[in-house]
């Protein structure tokens, strides 16, 4: 079974500029997770989809951050303009279950704004 | 605010010795707990999970133990080995609604020496 993908897995922006992040969950998984993981920290929930319905963005700085999961299936998030503390790795992770069962991650894509 | 944390940032082990990484937490709402293991430049793998209507559960050289009472999380690992040095990461899950969501503490980061 292949895991949740993501791209690209490193970038370097400079303030100010947009950034985009794409995430192809497992096949069949319902609930989607963006995350953002900053150095020396545990990951923190930006926003989690189920299907293509936004369940939680409590956590997501909605004047820079979006997201969208069109179809219910691949996710992008976006983040505009970048500022320096955005500096981070961003983890996409899904389940089977509209959430609260096993999550599984991606890669996650490091991001460094200078 | 609810909370997870870790007693010890950075435990050192040597190998073939048991490992116990401990973790807190404050939500006595959670019914489910989970431990990742995260390895440099790599998403959070899942190792173990366990409900609360559990107090032990074991898997492969690992065992979770669930105190509720004191609301107290522990992930044993048994002969420990070299690739078991990792960011260890408990969670857990959160009512949202009509489901759940996950929080991570900051994570131990177990080191394995000769």
């Known amino acids: 079974e292949a895991g949740v993908a993501q791209s690209p897995r490193y970038k370097i922006i400079e303030k100010r500029q947009s950034v985009a992040f794409w995430c192809n969950p497992i096949s069949g998984h319902a609930t989607l997770y963006w995350y953002q993981q900053i150095l020396g920290q545990g990951p923190k929930l930006l926003i989690q989809f189920q299907n293509n319905g936004v369940v939680d963005d409590s956590q997501l700085p909605k004047d820079r951050f979006s997201a969208e999961r069109l179809k219910g299936v691949d996710s992008t998030l976006k983040i505009q303009p970048a500022k320096l503390e955005d500096s981070a790795v961003y983890l996409c992770?899904?389940?089977?279950?509209?959430?609260?069962?096993?999550?599984?991650f991606g890669p996650g894509t490091r991001l460094t704004v200078l | 605010g609810e909370s997870v944390g870790l007693h010890l940032p950075t435990l050192s082990v040597q190998e073939g010795d048991n490992s116990i990484i401990n973790c807190a937490y404050s939500?006595?709402?959670?019914?489910?707990f989970i431990w990742y293991k995260q390895e440099s430049g790599k998403g959070p793998q899942f190792i173990i999970d366990i409900r609360s209507n559990m107090d032990k559960r074991q898997g492969q050289r690992v065992t979770v133990l669930l105190n509720k009472t004191v609301k107290h999380l522990s992930l044993q690992i048994a002969a420990t080995q070299p690739g078991d040095s990792a960011v260890y990461f408990c969670?857990?899950?959160?009512?949202?609604?009509?489901?759940?969501?996950?929080?991570f503490g900051t994570g131990t980061r177990l080191q394995v020496f000769p």
């Open positions: 992770a899904s389940s089977p279950g509209s959430g609260g069962d096993t999550q599984y």
């Open positions: 939500n006595s709402a959670s019914d489910y």
């Open positions: 969670a857990y899950s959160q009512p949202l609604g009509n489901t759940d969501k996950l929080i």
